[in-house]
């Protein structure tokens, strides 16, 4: 067989291998023979789970990526004929490829963002032609949780957002690819940002958070649908072994691993938010709350600082970059990074 050599980055946290505890665990899977489709014992223990951190009045659905996550919570919210709102940096706009459009036939709505966020006030003024049949009717928020810039909706903002949802009947979905992340920042168990508030869908991620693949739909409450096994299905998003997916969440969720991984992720991006201090020559340009920095470089330095670990250029106009950290970065990645980045400046001033 060949062999491969794969170097760290600050990409993406997609770029990362498997948890070795994830990996551990589905070779301790990998034997006999179990019911399929979610007939299994280790399915049903993986709910138990769920249940322990998100409540009991809810339904728990695998998936196999994030956009069916994403595009099937909000389906089971909304007809085609409802508009979804959601920010102007939304992944489910920006990074979807039209999917909830196409699969659900329904209008996104675009609200302005700072930092990634979205205001009550943007919410209520895109409510106000609530009833007329020539206009898409609002009836979903679609929040990310952190955002797509790395920010964290604190919880009186959450709060906020929520009371205007209620006051107007909105089905509340959050994007939550990075959830834990949030919690660990706001210091919170996972059902302050999902059940104590009263959302209805949530995308649970794994693939991000050091899982092989497979997310989570979680339907709370009066969203529950007994239905939705056929939506999924229709969607061709049901895993026969689930067994596979399942216990990845089981065990990420029943060892306290989640917290484990957005602890390290999290940190290791405040340390090295913390080393770009000495760079007069490079702004962050949002909070640092979650495992992503933004930063703005001058452009000499991007192709060098490439060479020694990958990353996008997310914003081509402003030339600023992302640079993720995840469960398998090491401060050591971190210093080597940052003393490339003291060989870039001496070559490169600017």
């Known amino acids: 067989m060949s062999s491969f050599s794969f170097s760290p980055g600050f990409g993406s946290d997609n770029h990362s291998g498997i948890h070795p505890r994830i990996l551990e665990s589905l070779g301790s899977l990998n034997h006999g023979h179990a019911h399929s ?4 014992e280790v399915s049903l ?23 069916a996550a994403n595009v099937l919570c909000l389906r089971s919210l909304v007809d085609s ?16 490829c039209a999917a909830p459009e196409y699969f659900i036939g329904c209008k996104l709505i675009l609200l302005p963002s700072h930092d990634g966020k979205i205001s009550p006030v943007d919410v209520r003024e895109a409510m106000k032609r609530l009833g007329d049949q020539h206009h898409a009717q609002p009836r979903a928020l679609s929040l990310t949780q952190p955002t797509e810039l790395g920010t964290v909706y604190s919880i009186d903002e959450l709060h906020a957002l929520m009371a205007v949802a209620r006051e ?7 994007d939550g690819a990075r959830l834990p992340n949030a919690a660990v920042h706001l210091g919170v168990p996972l ?9 209805d869908a949530l995308s649970f991620g794994g693939t991000k958070n050091g899982l092989l693949a497979g997310e989570a739909v979680i339907l709370f409450g009066r969203s529950r649908r ?18 596979f997916v399942s216990g990845q969440f089981l065990t990420y969720l029943e060892t306290g691993l989640w917290q484990e991984i957005a602890r390290h992720s999290t940190q290791m991006a405040r340390t090295l938010a913390q080393g770009l201090q000495d760079f007069l020559e490079i702004k962050i340009c949002h ?3 979650s495992n992503a920095v933004f930063v703005q470089i001058p452009k000499p330095w991007t192709h ?8 996008y250029v997310w914003d081509e106009t402003h030339w600023i970059m992302r640079w993720m950290t995840s469960f398998d970065t090491t401060p050591e990645q971190l210093q080597r990074f940052l003393g490339k980045l003291q060989e870039v400046r001496r070559n490169h001033p600017v």
């Open 37 to 40: 489709y979610g007939g299994d």
């Open 191 to 199: 059902a302050a940002l999902t059940t104590d508030l009263g959302i």
């Open 168 to 174: 107007f009947d909105l089905r509340v979905h959050i």
């Open 81 to 96: 004929y409802h508009a979804i709102l959601c920010s102007d940096q939304a992944h489910l706009h920006l990074d979807e």
């Open 226 to 243: 007994p239905d939705f096994k056929f939506l999924r299905k229709q969607a061709m998003q049901l895993p026969s072994k689930m067994r």
């Open 287 to 289: 909070p640092v709350q």
């Open 45 to 67: 223990l993986a709910e138990r789970e769920f249940r322990r951190h998100f409540g009991e009045d809810i339904d728990v659905h695998y998936v196999f990526n994030g956009t």
């Open 304 to 311: 060098p600082l490439r060479d020694e670990a990958f990353f």
